[in-house]
């Protein structure tokens, strides 16, 4: 399976920006498509998650009412919504497929984007 990611750009507080990734190769193996990000200096963290077959999102605290994440199975595409975005939310966006029913942890993701920049100015 291979991810891309794209959507990443510059945005002020309050603004708006949509991420896709778009999936290729095997992607009848994923059960669940996440988002991460890494701001600089800090460690990887969850974002968002959804079933690739339908049901159950995911969301990490402090974007839960701001982001969405959504799929278009057809076009093998996830989307990360992001309204409201604050300067916190700078940091760079990996998408990433999982082989796993239930990842709870980043080693359960199988497969990652290359990253998209996003940020955001006060």
Known sequence: VQLQASGG?????????RLSCAASGRTFSIYVMGWFRQAPGKE?????????RGGS?????????????????????VYLQ??????EDTAVYY?????????KRD?????????TLVTVSS
């Open 9 to 17: 750009g510059l945005v002020q507080a309050g603004g708006s920006l």
């Open 44 to 52: 990887r963290e969850f974002v968002a998650r959804i079933s690739w």
């Open 57 to 77: 999102e995911y969301y990490l605290d402090s974007v839960k009412g701001r982001f969405t994440i959504s799929r278009d199975n057809p076009k093998n595409t």
């Open 82 to 87: 992001m309204n409201n975005l604050k300067p």
């Open 95 to 103: 998408c990433a497929a999982s082989n796993v029913y239930d990842p």
């Open 107 to 115: 080693a359960d993701y199988d497969y990652w984007g290359q990253g």
